[in-house]
C-alpha cells in the first residue's frame, strides 16, 4: 500500500507564499506523474500542476506565473511553490500520484489565503 504524506499547509495573507510537499511512502515505484488538485467550498475539483517523469510541467492558467511544481527524483516527492497568493487560491489542496501506473490520492491539506 503507498501513502502519499502531504504537509505545507496553512493560513497565510494575501501576497505571501507556502510550499506544499507530497512524499510517497515507497519511493521504489516507477514515476510516471505527479500532480496537486484543489478543491474550494461550493467548486469542482480543479487541476493546478503536474509534473510528468521528463520533468514537463503544465499549470492551470489562473496559477501560471505564480506557482512552480518540483519532484525529488530519488524520493518520489513533488513540491509546489505557491507565491502571490490571492484569497481565491483558498481551498484543500490533493496531491496525486501515478506511481507504477496505479493512481494514488493524499488527503488532501487545507490553504487559506486571508487578511
Known amino acids: 500500500q503507498v501513502q502519499l504524506v502531504e504537509s505545507g499547509g496553512g493560513l497565510v495573507q494575501p501576497g505571501g507564499s507556502l510550499r506544499l510537499s507530497c512524499a510517497a511512502s515507497?519511493?521504489?515505484?516507477?514515476?510516471?506523474?505527479m500532480a496537486w488538485y484543489r478543491q474550494a467550498p461550493g467548486k469542482q475539483r480543479e487541476l493546478v500542476a503536474i509534473i510528468s517523469s521528463s520533468s514537463s510541467t503544465n499549470y492551470a492558467d489562473s496559477v501560471k506565473g505564480r506557482f512552480t511544481i518540483s519532484r525529488d527524483n530519488a524520493k518520489n516527492t513533488v513540491y509546489l511553490q505557491m507565491n502571490s497568493l490571492k484569497p481565491e487560491d483558498t481551498a484543500v489542496y490533493v496531491c496525486?500520484?501515478?506511481?507504477?501506473?496505479?493512481?494514488?490520492w493524499g488527503q488532501g491539506t487545507q490553504v487559506t489565503v486571508s487578511s
Open positions: 496525486y500520484a501515478n506511481l507504477s501506473w496505479r493512481d494514488y
Open positions: 515507497r519511493s521504489n515505484l516507477r514515476f510516471i506523474a
